[in-house]
């Protein structure tokens, strides 16, 4: 009876999984004829997507990660695909074939991954504690505070150090584009511990801490996630950090649509706080981004897209223009994507998985691997609109083969780690989960498996996980005793 209960569930997995699929092997085909109605399909399919794999197959669970890359993938192609900025053109149909592609692997890798995953946390929570000679691993809950108050107060003392290097702080800076030359050594470190607010949520959720405790671990919250990156005027830091705030509070709190709804909002409100504190103007951001002038013409056959004939004069024609801040805004979303399809429209040269390896370059100091990389190709709409999705560097090093096989390891580690702490509900693994939600949460906006970031807050992680949990016995006494000959 179990059997067929998963093999119920599974034929559930694949039904919706092909459904994404073939929304966008369709988008291939309908896009040339009518971009907006692909688009559209997509857009409303991506959500209902979202709530059938949350809804009926997790548990509502909607942190999911198959169910959050289905609606986040499937929902900036269909805004690319609405073409709402001048350097947008119509895409290769390579380019959907091989996004349709890296969805599949994705949806096989997490049902792959989950599975494996359950059977190793399975072996592990029958162990309550591993001990090896005089080490025992055990979670230490008394030590959790100390940990908190540390690594804030490293990071807050390695953001005064950089701003006492720099001179100012970029959100005060009037200067556009000045953020982007804050960075020193120093900067990495406190970048770092910007992602210690989950575990400081957790303390204040599971711990008898005394008032002022609850009170420090406040202020660290608030540092980490909220203060920290709105001085350094870094959006990318906000989000990674809140990501991981977000998952530990939708899963300690009974895993409510609201609260995860709630934590969104503020999201979004401290993304346009970040946004604006860049100092761009209208005009810039018109500039830069060149939104499209969309013209509704009911009295035509094509009622909607770009005036043709614009000397022929249509009294009901109706014409509009996304703001320059809605302009950014969109273009945050879907340039990744339009990247890829240079890239897919214009790449010549292989670089032979040698990107997957930049991460790592931080200890292997190889000069080689940077010259490659660095004098890669990178095919972009325009030189300054620099972001790509997340395969893009797959298919810069391997084309198609790369993008099947770097996606479906990915996702099968993702679907490992969301399994390990579905099943075993450790602090430590549900920390890995947050951070994890950055590479599937902003799969549209860069080749996360390749930046040293996503690694360097697992290595964090691990870090903190061997500290609260890691302690040396006293060597035992014998009992016997000199005897005599």
Same mark, same amino acid.
């Given at each position: 009876?179990?059997?067929?209960?998963?093999?119920?569930?599974?034929?559930?997995?694949?039904?919706?999984?092909l459904?994404?699929?073939?929304?966008?092997?369709?988008?291939?085909?309908?896009? &040339?004829?009518?971009?907006?109605i692909?688009?559209?399909?997509?857009?409303?399919?991506?959500?209902?997507?979202?709530?059938?794999?949350?809804?009926?197959?997790?548990?509502?669970?909607y942190?999911?990660?198959?169910?959050v =890359?289905?609606?986040?993938?499937?929902?900036?192609?269909?805004l690319?695909?609405?073409?709402?900025?001048?350097?947008?053109?119509?895409?290769?149909?390579?380019?959907?074939?091989?996004?349709?592609?890296?969805?599949?692997?994705?949806?096989?890798?997490?049902?792959?991954?989950?599975r494996?995953?359950?059977?190793?946390? @399975?072996?592990?929570t029958?162990?309550?504690?591993?001990?090896?000679?005089?080490?025992?691993?055990?979670?230490?809950?008394?030590?959790?505070?100390?940990?908190?108050?540390?690594?804030?107060?490293?990071?807050?003392?390695?953001?005064?150090?950089?701003?006492?290097?720099?001179?100012?702080?970029?959100?005060?800076?009037?200067?556009?584009?000045?953020?982007?030359q804050?960075?020193?050594?120093?900067?990495?470190?406190?970048?770092?511990?910007?992602?210690?607010?989950?575990?400081?949520y957790?303390?204040?959720?599971t711990?008898?801490?005394?008032?002022?405790?609850? =009170?420090?671990?406040?202020?660290?919250? =608030?540092?980490?996630?909220?203060?920290?990156?709105?001085?350094?005027?870094?959006?990318?830091? =906000?989000?990674?950090?809140?990501?991981?705030?977000?998952?530990?509070?939708?899963?300690?709190?009974?895993?409510?649509?609201?609260?995860?709804?709630t934590?969104?909002?503020?999201?979004?409100?401290?993304?346009?706080?970040?946004?604006?504190?860049?100092?761009?103007?209208?005009?810039?951001?018109?500039?830069?981004?060149?939104?499209?002038?969309?013209?509704?013409?009911?009295?035509?056959?094509?009622?909607?897209?770009?005036?043709?004939n614009?000397?022929?004069?249509?009294?009901?024609?109706?014409?509009?223009q996304?703001?320059?801040?809605?302009?950014?805004?969109?273009?945050?979303?879907?340039?990744?994507? @339009?990247?890829?399809?240079e890239a897919?429209?214009?790449?010549?040269?292989?670089?032979?998985?040698?990107?997957?390896?930049k991460?790592?370059n931080?200890?292997?100091?190889?000069?080689?691997?940077?010259n490659?990389?660095?004098?890669?190709?990178?095919?972009?709409?325009? &030189?300054?609109?620099?972001?790509?999705?997340?395969?893009?560097?797959?298919?810069?090093?391997?084309?198609?083969?790369?993008?099947?096989?770097?996606?479906l390891?990915?996702?099968?580690?993702?679907?490992?780690?969301?399994?390990?702490?579905?099943?075993?509900?450790?602090?430590?693994?549900?920390?890995?989960?947050?951070?994890?939600?950055?590479?599937?949460?902003?799969?549209?906006?860069?080749?996360?498996?390749?930046?040293?970031?996503?690694?360097?807050?697992?290595?964090?992680?691990?870090?903190?996980?061997?500290?609260?949990?890691v302690?040396?016995?006293?060597?035992?006494?014998?009992?016997?005793?000199?005897?005599?000959?």
């Amino acid at each position: 009876m179990k059997k067929s209960k998963l093999l119920c569930y599974d034929r559930k997995d694949i039904l919706y999984a092909l459904l994404g699929l073939i929304l966008l092997i369709a988008g291939a085909f309908i896009s &040339p004829i009518n971009h907006y109605i692909s688009a559209f399909v997509l857009l409303i399919g991506s959500v209902v997507l979202y709530f059938l794999f949350a809804v009926t197959l997790d548990s509502k669970n909607y942190l999911s990660l198959k169910a959050v =890359f289905t609606l986040v993938w499937l929902f900036t192609i269909g805004l690319a695909d609405l073409k709402l900025v001048d350097y947008q053109e119509q895409w290769q149909r390579n380019t959907w074939f091989l996004l349709a592609l890296a969805y599949a692997m994705f949806q096989i890798g997490i049902l792959l991954g989950s599975r494996l995953g359950g059977k190793i946390a @399975d072996r592990l929570t029958k162990k309550r504690g591993l001990q090896r000679g005089r080490l025992k691993l055990e979670l230490r809950p008394e030590r959790l505070f100390g940990i908190c108050v540390v690594v804030s107060a490293v990071g807050l003392i390695c953001f005064v150090a950089n701003v006492c290097i720099r001179g100012w702080i970029p959100y005060f800076v009037k200067e556009t584009g000045m953020y982007a030359q804050f960075y020193t050594k120093f900067y990495l470190f406190a970048v770092a511990a910007s992602m210690i607010s989950g575990l400081c949520y957790y303390c204040l959720k599971t711990q008898p801490l005394a008032k002022w405790k609850k =009170f420090v671990l406040i202020l660290c919250i =608030f540092y980490s996630t909220f203060i920290f990156p709105i001085l350094v005027v870094s959006r990318g830091t =906000f989000i990674c950090s809140a990501l991981s705030l977000t998952a530990v509070i939708f899963y300690l709190n009974k895993r409510k649509f609201w609260v995860l709804l709630t934590c969104v909002v503020v999201m979004f409100g401290v993304y346009e706080v970040g946004s604006a504190a860049r100092n761009y103007t209208s005009d810039e951001l018109n500039a830069l981004f060149q939104p499209s002038e969309i013209v509704i013409s009911p009295g035509t056959d094509n009622p909607l897209g770009p005036d043709d004939n614009p000397n022929i004069e249509n009294p009901g024609k109706l014409t509009f223009q996304l703001p320059g801040k809605v302009a950014f805004l969109y273009s945050y979303l879907t340039i990744g994507h @339009d990247n890829f399809n240079e890239a897919v429209q214009n790449a010549t040269e292989y670089t032979y998985g040698v990107r997957q390896l930049k991460p790592f370059n931080v200890l292997l100091r190889s000069s080689k691997i940077d010259n490659i990389i660095d004098n890669g190709e990178r095919c972009l709409v325009r &030189p300054y609109l620099t972001t790509i999705n997340l395969i893009g560097n797959s298919y810069y090093d391997l084309r198609w083969f790369g993008v099947g096989f770097f996606m479906l390891v990915w996702a099968i580690g993702f679907g490992m780690i969301e399994s390990c702490y579905l099943k075993g509900k450790g602090i430590f693994s549900l920390l890995v989960l947050g951070n994890t939600l950055t590479p599937v949460v902003l799969c549209f906006f860069e080749s996360w498996m390749s930046e040293f970031s996503v690694w360097m807050h697992w290595g964090l992680i691990l870090i903190l996980c061997l500290i609260a949990c890691v302690t040396l016995l006293p060597k035992k006494k014998s009992n016997t005793k000199n005897k005599s000959v």
